[in-house]
């Protein structure tokens, strides 16, 4: 009968599952065997942020390196861009976090208040928010003689990444090389840290759809 032939496919499958729990249970007590492969993976030096990875090589000597490279951008992009690219976000973020709070609280005369940061492009209009893509394109532009895309921004070989030549308040003036590297470090640590917080309070506000505080 059809009840019959259902009991013995589950009596099959109870059987077929007691010898693999037999056979994992032996294998888990037979003697490790490593391979050549995995001899050779733990003699090369590990990520330490990542240790499960193997080091990022094209990360070396850049200031900030923890070896954190899980898709490895610095095998398929020149490190140069990568680096001024991460510079370049993280003093935008830097920026972005303190404008996104000082917004809640208080507006540029002639505007439009409003609660929610979220809504300040709206509140202003396309017109400004043309401005500020407009203006930071002229910065851009200028700041490097035109050389903005990845294959010229670096055509000069001494150019230093994130380096403008800004320090109207002297801070790198009469420093060290490990100074200024330290100074470098905070920047990059600050930087990183503003990235993920404009983007919590972006989305804590959409989510929420509530203001920041």
């Known amino acids: 009968s059809a009840l019959s032939a259902v009991i013995s496919i589950i009596l099959t499958m ?35 942020s990542l240790p499960f990875m193997t080091y990022p090589q094209n990360l ?12 490895g951008f610095s095998e398929y992009f020149d490190m140069k861009w990568l680096r001024e690219a991460e510079i370049k976000h993280g003093r935008a973020s830097m920026l972005a976090t303190v404008g996104f709070v000082m917004q809640e609280f208080w507006t540029i005369p002639g505007l439009t ?3 929610d940061s979220n809504l300040a492009p709206t509140a202003v209009g396309a017109s400004a928010m043309f401005q500020i893509i407009v203006w930071g394109g002229v910065l851009e532009f200028w700041t490097n003689k035109g050389n903005v895309t990845m294959e010229t921004m670096f055509e000069d070989p001494d ?23 330290l ?13 993920l917080a404009i ?8 989510i929420t759809g509530d203001a920041l505080f």
Do not use: C
Not at 183 to 195: D, F
């Open 14 to 48: 109870m059987k077929f599952a007691a010898l693999s729990l037999l056979v994992s249970s032996a294998a888990a007590f037979a003697p490790a065997h490593i391979s050549r492969a995995s001899t050779a993976l733990n003699a090369e030096e590990m990520s330490p």
């Open 60 to 71: 070396k000597g850049y200031v900030g390196d923890v070896g954190f490279d899980p898709l």
């Open 113 to 115: 208040p409003v609660a």
């Open 159 to 181: 150019r230093v990444p994130g380096d403008l030549g800004f320090d109207p308040m002297g801070l790198a003036v009469g420093k060290s090389t490990e100074e200024k590297e």
């Open 183 to 195: 100074m470098q470090y905070k920047e990059l640590k600050n930087g990183r840290l503003a990235m």
């Open 199 to 206: 983007g919590g309070m972006i989305h804590h506000n959409w």
